[in-house]
């Protein structure tokens, strides 16, 4: 049974820092692109940070330098470590799991997602 469980997520005022992490469980880790997504209100999903089993990553443009993703292969987690954080971050963040090393979402697995939640 695949599992993606996603935790740290919660409010924050703006300037500030999260760490949201996402427990893998039921599929082969290391054999998948794992990666963070998110949905704000009224908006369509987006893909926020990606990165594959040898460590590359990519970043949208919106969070470049104030977002770093990171995985561990042998405990089965992906990590999103937020800086800077600014209201426009205020979304629904969702752990995905894929083949392609791309932004698009074309997710094999999803999580069910955790609130972040930035004010000014």
């Known amino acids: 049974q695949v599992q993606l469980v996603e935790s740290g997520g919660g409010s924050v005022q703006a300037g500030g820092s999260l760490r949201l992490s996402c427990a893998a469980s039921g599929f082969a880790f290391t054999g998948y692109c794992m990666g963070w997504f998110r949905q704000a209100p009224g908006k369509e999903r987006e893909g926020v940070a990606i990165i594959d089993s040898d460590r590359s990553a990519i970043y949208a443009d919106s969070v470049k330098g104030r977002f770093t993703i990171s995985r561990d292969n042998t405990k089965n987690t992906l990590y999103l470590q937020m800086s800077s954080l600014k209201p426009e971050d205020t979304a629904m963040y969702y752990c995905?799991?894929?083949?392609?090393?791309?932004?698009?979402?074309?997710?094999?697995?999803w999580g069910q997602g955790i609130p972040v939640t930035v004010s000014s």
């Open positions: 995905a799991a894929k083949r392609s090393h791309t932004l698009q979402p074309d997710v094999t697995y």
